[in-house]
Antibody, heavy 121, light 107 residues
Framework: EVQLVESGGGVVRPGGSLRLSCAAS????????VAWVRQGPGKGLEWVSG????????RYADSAKGRFTISRDNANKSVDLQMNSLRVEDTAVYYC??????????????WGQGALVTVSS | DIQLTQSPSSLSAYVGDRVTITCQAS??????LNWYQQKPGKAPKLLIY???NLETGVPSRFSGSGSGTDFTLTLSSLQPEDIATYYC?????????FGQGTRLEIK
């Protein structure tokens, strides 16, 4: 069974940092790209970042560029999202999602349960 | 960035009704369009990919159609378990964007 499990969410002050992790199991991890998608309270879905199968290419939404860094460790079947200079508007549930190919552009066929990040003073 | 506009934003219908949700893209995206269902407190779930392909395990009452800029998600006979918010998503180019969502309720 394909599983994605996020961890690392929590409460952080504006300007602070947080690192989210996504642990994968049940599939050949390095065959797939992975994305982070977030959902603010009562809001819709927003693609944040993506990483290709070997970590050689990464992409970011404008809202994340220069502040967030996505990385992956294929040996340990995990993807991280390092978030720096956090803002109140980054408050959201962050989902890890598997891309149905080795890159960025296709559908998300499996999702984690989400990790709540709250940025508040 | 490609904008996706869903309509309606919310919808109330009776069990057994045929329900249609539309998604309009701001430019031609061929068939690079997917649909998701999200129930409260849960992660989104893929329903339809490439505009009209039903994901494995999704009930056949769900169907998708369209190409270019205009797309439709149809539920042929609404069931109580279909209460959720539905999102379209394109993958024509980065950034990937989602529609604003359509909240479906039972009358």
């Amino acid at each position: 069974e394909v599983q994605l499990v996020e961890s690392g969410g929590g409460v952080v002050r504006p300007g602070g940092s947080l690192r989210l992790s996504c642990a994968a199991s049940g599939f050949t991890f390095d065959d797939y790209g992975v994305a982070w998608v977030r959902q603010g309270p009562g809001k819709g879905l927003e693609w944040v970042s993506g990483i290709n199968w070997n970590g050689g290419r990464t992409r970011y939404a404008d809202s994340a560029k220069g502040r967030f860094t996505i990385s992956r460790d294929n040996a340990n079947k995990s993807v991280d999202l390092q978030m720096n200079s956090l803002r109140v508007e980054d408050t959201a549930v962050y989902y890890c999602a598997r891309v149905h190919n080795s890159g960025f552009l296709y559908y998300f066929d499996s999702w984690g349960q989400g990790a709540l990040v709250t940025v508040s003073s | 960035d490609i904008q996706l506009t869903q309509s309606p934003s919310s919808l109330s219908a009776y069990v057994g009704d045929r329900v249609t949700i539309t998604c309009q893209a701001s430019q031609d995206i061929s068939n690079y369009l997917n649909w998701y269902q999200q129930k409260p407190g849960k992660a989104p779930k893929l329903l339809i990919y490439d505009a009209s392909n039903l994901e494995t395990g999704v009930p056949s009452r769900f169907s998708g159609s369209g190409s270019g800029t205009d797309f439709t998600l149809t539920l042929s006979s609404l069931q109580p378990e279909d209460i959720a918010t539905y999102y379209c998503q394109h993958y024509d180019d980065l950034p990937i964007t989602f529609g604003q969502g359509t909240r479906l309720e039972i009358k």
